[in-house]
Nanobody, 123 residues
């Protein structure tokens, strides 16, 4: 199994930046596709970004493309989400997830999840 712990959330003003981190431990982190999802109050969980196990393939939801960057450092067992030009509509709990196989956008396709970290963007 894989254990995931997110960190780096907080309160920022619109236009600011945050970097989220997801520390992984357990079974062979390097061979898992990783993803970030988010859930705002009263809304369903939505896909944000994903990265392949080698880091060569990435995919983003349209609303964050050009502002967010997903990356990973397998030597450190960590995946990151750099969030720039933040908007109030980015406010949500952000979750890190892991799966075996190619990059995917559906939450149901991921096997392991972290506890989440709160991101709040003020206007």
């Amino acid at each position: 199994q894989v254990q995931l712990v997110e960190s780096g959330g907080g309160l920022v003003q619109a236009g600011g930046s945050l970097r989220l981190s997801c520390a992984a431990s357990g079974r062979t982190f390097s061979y898992y596709t990783m993803g970030w999802f988010r859930q705002a109050p009263g809304k369903e969980r939505e896909f944000v970004a994903t990265i392949s196990w080698r880091g060569g393939s990435t995919y983003y939801t349209n609303s964050v493309q050009g502002r967010f960057t997903i990356s990973r450092d397998n030597a450190k067992n960590t995946v990151y989400l750099q969030m720039n030009s933040l908007k109030p509509e980015d406010t949500a709990v952000y979750y890190c997830a892991a799966r075996q196989g190619m990059v995917a956008t559906g939450g149901y396709e991921y096997d392991y999840w972290g506890q989440g970290t709160q991101v709040t963007v003020s206007s």
